[in-house]
C-alpha cells in the first residue's frame, strides 16, 4: 500500500533550467512532508520541508509547493545544476504522533550540462 | 560532530546464516529509526526505538528480524536465517526527542547469496 508515490521515475533538465518533481499522497491525514536527495551509496539527505498550515516553502534555490485539497506536492529547483542530479524521495508523515516516514520510491534526477 | 554510523557499509551473508547490522545515532539523538530500501523502491520503515525500548516496530517481518537499542551501545538490527528477498540496503536514522531533524547513516548493503 503505497501512501506516497512519485510517478515519474526519472527526469532530465537542461543546466539552468527548472526541475520539477511531483509527488503525490492518499492519506490525508499526513500533514509534514518533506524531500529527501540521495546520492549512489550513501544515506537520504535532507532538503526541505513543508507543513500542511503553508502551501508554499522556499529556501534558496528549492521550493515546495502544497495542494492540500489535490494532495499532491512539488519541489521546484531554479537553476538546476549538474550537482542537482540525484534521486529525489518525497516523504510524509504525522506532526503529531509517529514519527516514522512514508517515502515515495523516487525520481531520479539528471541535469544535463 | 560525527553524523550517524552504520557498520558494515557492506554484508554479504549465505542463505541461513544471520546478519547483524549496528547504528550509531548522532551525538544528542535518543531515537534510532530503521529503514529498508529494495531494488527500486523506495525506503520502507521498519522500526522506531528510544533506548531499551520499541516504540513502534510495525513494519518489521513478524518473523526472523528484531531490533533493540540498548541503554550502551549502537542500535542493532539482526536478521536470523537470511534468505535471497532480505538483500536490500538498509538505513539507520536518528533525531532528538522532537521527531524533527531525521538524519540518516550512509546504510549498510545487505546481500544474500
Known amino acids: 500500500d503505497q501512501q506516497v508515490k512519485q510517478n515519474s521515475p526519472s527526469l532530465s533538465v537542461q543546466e539552468g533550467r527548472i526541475s520539477i518533481l511531483n509527488c503525490d499522497y492518499t492519506?490525508?491525514?499526513?500533514?509534514?512532508f518533506l524531500w529527501y536527495k540521495k546520492y549512489p551509496a550513501e544515506g537520504p539527505t535532507f532538503l526541505i520541508s513543508?507543513?500542511?498550515?503553508?502551501d508554499k516553502n522556499e529556501d534558496g534555490r528549492f521550493t515546495v509547493f502544497l495542494n492540500k485539497s489535490a494532495k499532491h506536492l512539488s519541489l521546484h529547483i531554479v537553476p538546476s545544476q549538474p550537482g542537482d542530479s540525484a534521486v529525489y524521495f518525497c516523504?510524509?508523515?504525522?506532526?503529531?504522533?509517529?514519527?516514522?516516514?512514508?517515502f515515495g520510491t523516487g525520481t531520479r534526477l539528471t541535469v544535463i550540462p | 560532530n560525527a553524523g550517524v554510523m552504520q557498520n558494515p557499509r557492506h554484508l554479504v551473508r549465505r542463505r541461513g546464516q544471520e546478519a547483524r547490522l549496528r547504528c550509531s545515532p548522532m551525538?544528542?539523538?535518543?531515537?534510532v529509526y530503521w529503514y529498508r530500501q529494495l531494488p527500486e523502491e523506495g525506503l520502507k520503515f521498519m522500526v522506531y526505538l528510544q533506548k531499551e525500548n520499541i516504540i513502534d516496530e510495525s513494519g518489521m517481518p513478524k518473523e526472523r528480524f528484531s531490533a533493540e537499542f540498548p541503554k550502551e551501545g549502537p542500535s542493532i538490527l539482526r536478521i536470523q536465517q537470511v534468505v535471497r528477498g532480505d538483500s536490500a540496503a538498509y538505513f539507520c536514522a536518528s533525531s532528538p526527542p522532537s521527531g524533527y531533524g531525521y538524519t540518516f547513516g550512509s546504510g549498510t548493503r545487505l546481500t544474500v547469496v
Open positions: 551525538k544528542g539523538h535518543s531515537h
Open positions: 492519506n490525508s491525514m499526513f500533514d509534514y
Open positions: 516523504a510524509a508523515t504525522y506532526e503529531t504522533g509517529a514519527n516514522n516516514l512514508f
Open positions: 513543508i507543513s500542511s498550515i503553508k
